[in-house]
């Protein structure tokens, strides 16, 4: 069938209009970063409605538990809740995170109480931050994120009509549906927790990699070359698109960790806090560790199913499932770095900062197999094109 | 967990940090046991221990990762020999220091084997001991409840007008309907207690997860030792039976003898391509008919590229193409010396194609024949060429030879090169269809036809199956140790000792869980409201009257 040029148009076109709905949106989130005052330490004076907070550090916790790692076990955790769907003004109480003395060496957060962290401020209803223009200006910028999202569909979607397939057939087509996925995956987040914060993060990266994919990567609507005729296209690299956008957002609140972390750091080590002080627009260390621990946990799953989709695609069109061909290889190093990244966390004198840099390398290895391994490295994958 | 958190006990090794008080961790061995044994066991036993730690496992790991980079940036033998040969023809230093550590063989180098060995050992070494606690922990109760609930990172408490034991047999059968484990112990001054403990699959998912690895390594080695791998070229019309003679080229595991390949053979019998107006190919199809056993009846597939013919456990897939000129030879003593097709290699994308004649039985000298095909031919100024791969204007340019083709040297010879030592090149002549290029001193050579061929091939690997289903597990085991939480409940009801008159019971609550404790406390709040709420509805439902809103606490 021949490629609808009128769809492939309208397909150009939206992406523009989507990239400069992300880049408006981009500028809101950073103006609601720099004005508001939804920082830790806002957040800390923000208490949440209704529930008693414990606001001290509880080093005694000294249980008569019938298994000493119980104890440990106390820390770590959340604060208070409020909500409670049946019983109303019921009080549950949370335990600070205070570490019983033998425990677990946790994250690094030096500074300061080990009070109830962001993660329990996010599940609690935190008025006193999501008022003011600040954040009117942020919600403005979801709003624009949502159009952006909705135009971008569309230009995937006109694509994929346009050459009557699954619109992910080369490396532009790829990076367009990786950002859709990247901003999906943000989108999503946002539902479930306060992450408005990491918006000017994720779309960041957004609107360089859809700027690069219009002006060099672009490759007009088209059909496939035989190898790729396959519903494992749409199995394998829809995996594949999926985890890059996960990963996306879980790089963006790493490398916000490290940046609260240092900040927090040298906070409770009385120097100086130099640049690190922009994490006094962040949420805390920890909530963004876990924000991204959860989000790889998240795709790892999702990135393993794509290898394994990819290696029964390839036992069916190569007659092997696994031949280290380079695009193979790096799939495979991405797939250690994260591996590495989640064992890291529970390991002590890995947890924390070493972790999050693997967690970057391994985001880095992906990038790679993307930019890298299509550019400059020929193999199998090659025909997936510029 | 305890005290050491760098050795893995079979702990650490779960995908999650705050999992560790719920694990059914070993403690482990203290140095004062060891202190007995005789040196070179106790050297052993930290050696042992030093290796099944998570920090050697994430060391092995990561440079496993490492090992991996040079695979794909230097030319690999098993994927590109030519390349590999260039390159070191182009670095004449660093070329042979690669070498020799076999960086253009990574894959199959002793030192990428040493480490994913270390890391199967270590993985095992860690395994084994915690799947037997884990055995454990799946038949064992739930742990009594601590002394001070209210001490538990979530807890709350309230009164019921129900007895102590009232209260938790409403709160085991609830709790057991969602599919918690669940223990009742009595305890002093007529309190009950009610352990409950839930999401044993998080540590079984875990060990699906790393057991999995272990057999998709297994999958692999058994298709690596008991598998084949042979390509084939076929000619429109011609047959290929499974004899490692018939291949071109046949790559056995380490254990397949010539005598165990299946007996199936089949005969291409078209093959058709379609391309896109720029000459990217569209489709490829090549319709065969096959025999699984030699005395079976034939049958037809069309073989394509992502569709591979499943015969005798082997599979035949599609995976190049070409041309097949027919050329008829008339030599000097006016015999019909040479009467084939002759399939010639591709040199680009639009199908310009190498073609070689050897005519060894042509009188009084030996012809040979070298040049190109063009499947749709245009002139340019440095010759022929093809400008699109279908054959819409077939022509062939070729160099005819005449002397010895050194075929009875003994030195074996490609039937698509031609040595050209001994041999005089005599005329040059572009062919189409049907032309005959006459030969100075007698003989002439006739381009009669064309004919396609196809290569396919064949691969064998009995671990397949294997490697399929130890994905699906790892899969499985990921999402289940990465999804589930384990968690821990306990509800203490004591006897409220007359405190008012419809509050027979104050009734404790708490939980513990290592993971997502956020995404716990919400689970415990509508918990903690649910058992509550049913309690005041069975009482409604007894006539007995509801508790004050104000009496909780």
Known sequence: MPVNQGLATLSDNLIFWAILAYAVAMLGFAAEAAFGRRGRVGRRTAAPRGVSAPATRVDDIDLAAPEPALVGAASSVAGSIAASPAGGGRRVTGRPGGSSGRGAARSSAGAGAGAADADAADAADTPAADTGAAATIGRIAVAITVLGWALHLGSLVARGYSAHRVPWGNMYEFASAGCLSAVTAYLVLLTRQKVRYLGTFVLLPVVLLLGLAVTVLYASAGPLVPALHSYWLAIHVTAAVISFGVFTVSTAATALYLAAERYQRRLAAGGKVGLSGIARLLPSAEALDRTAYRSVAFGFPIWTFAIIAGAIWAEAAWGRYWGWDPKETWAFVTWVCYAGYLHARSTAGWRGRKAALLGLLAFATFLFNYFGVNIWITGLHSYAGI | ?553
Request: net charge positive; with cysteine; proline share 8%.
């Open chain 2, 1 to 553: 967990m305890t005290s050491d958190l760098t050795t893995r006990g079979p702990d650490t090794a779960d995908i999650e940090p705050e999992d560790a008080g719920l694990s059914t961790a070993p403690v482990p061995v203290q140095p004062a046991s060891a202190g007995r044994r005789p040196a070179p066991a106790a050297a052993l036993r930290r050696a042992w221990r030093q290796l099944t730690s998570m920090r050697t496992a994430l060391l092995l790991l990561f440079l496993l990762a490492l090992a991996a980079v040079p695979g794909s940036l230097l030319p690999q033998r098993g994927l590109n020999p030519i390349k590999v040969t260039r390159y070191l023809a182009s670095h004449r230093t660093l070329g042979p220091l690669f070498d020799r550590f076999g960086l253009f063989d990574v894959f199959a180098a002793p030192w990428f084997a040493a480490v994913y060995l270390l890391l199967v050992i270590s993985l095992a070494g860690c395994l084994v001991p915690r799947i037997r606690l884990h055995l454990a922990a799946l038949r064992a109760a739930p742990p009594p409840a601590p002394r001070n609930l209210g001490r538990l990172p979530v807890s709350t408490r309230w009164t019921s007008a129900a007895e102590p034991a009232e209260a938790v047999a409403a709160a085991q059968s609830r709790l057991g309907s969602a599919r918690w484990r669940l223990l009742t112990r009595p305890g002093p001054d007529g309190a009950v207690t009610l352990s409950a403990e839930k999401g044993y699959l998080r540590e079984t998912g875990n060990l699906v997860f790393h057991v999995s690895l272990l057999v998709l390594l297994t999958g692999v080695a058994l298709g690596g030792i008991f598998g084949y791998k042979g390509t084939v070229l076929v000619q429109q019309g011609a047959g290929f039976a499974n004899t490692i003679g018939q291949y071109d080229t046949f790559k056995p595991g380490r254990l397949v003898s010539a005598s165990r390949l299946a007996p199936f053979g089949f005969t291409l019998e078209q093959f058709r391509a379609s391309y896109q107006p720029n000459g990217a190919a569209r489709t490829f199809d090549a319709t065969v008919s096959y025999r699984s056993k030699p005395d079976a009846a034939p049958r037809r597939y069309d073989v394509r590229v992502n569709h591979p013919l499943p015969v005798a456990g082997a599979k035949v897939y599609l995976i190049g193409h070409g041309y097949a000129p027919h050329f008829v030879v008339t030599d000097g003593a006016g015999n019909t010396a040479f009467d084939a097709s002759v399939p010639c290699l591709p040199q680009d994308d639009k199908f310009k194609s190498l073609c070689t004649v050897k005519v060894p039985d042509a009188q009084p000298d030996q012809l040979a024949f070298s040049g190109f095909f063009t499947p749709t031919t245009v002139s340019t100024p440095t010759g022929f060429e093809s400008a699109y791969p279908a054959p819409l204007a077939p022509g062939v340019t070729l160099l005819a030879y005449r002397g010895d083709l050194g075929l009875d040297s003994g030195i074996p010879q490609s039937v698509y090169t031609l040595d050209t030592q001994r041999l005089q090149p005599v005329s040059t002549q572009f062919l189409r269809p049907g032309e005959t290029m006459a030969l100075p001193g007698g003989g002439s050579l006739r381009f009669t036809g064309l004919t396609e061929w196809a290569t396919f091939q064949v691969t064998s690997d009995p671990g397949r199956s294997t490697a399929l289903v130890a994905s699906i597990g790892i899969v499985v085991g990921l999402l289940l140790s990465l999804r589930v939480r384990r968690r821990r409940l306990w509800m203490r009801a004591t006897p409220a000792g007359g405190l008012s008159a419809d509050a027979a019971t104050v009734v404790e609550l708490g939980g513990l869980a290592r993971s997502d404790a956020a995404t716990f406390a919400t689970e415990f709040a509508a918990l903690a409201g649910e058992l509550e709420a049913e309690r005041v509805c069975a009482e409604a439902s007894d006539d007995v009257p509801m508790p004050a809103a104000g009496s909780k606490e």
